[in-house]
């Protein structure tokens, strides 16, 4: 019963890990949410093979004044 509490955990941190990773990299952050649910950890490294669109697609910000 533990194991599967501790498992759950473990899923659920990396659904928020490879969301925020998703989001930085511009990637659709709902899917790779279920993937860091259903596959937990082992879904990690495919985010980083994922094309990174943040910084292609956007100009960096200018402060303003």
């Not at 990637?27 to 993937?35: L, P, V």
């Amino acid at each position: 019963m533990t194991g599967m509490i501790i498992i759950s955990i473990i899923c659920i941190a990396c659904a928020f890990l490879l969301w925020h990773i998703a989001d930085r990299r511009g990637a659709n952050t709902r899917f790779w949410a279920i993937m860091g649910a259903v596959f937990g950890p082992f879904a990690i490294p495919f985010v980083f093979l994922t094309p990174n669109r943040s910084s292609q697609s956007t100009p960096p910000k200018k402060p303003l004044n």
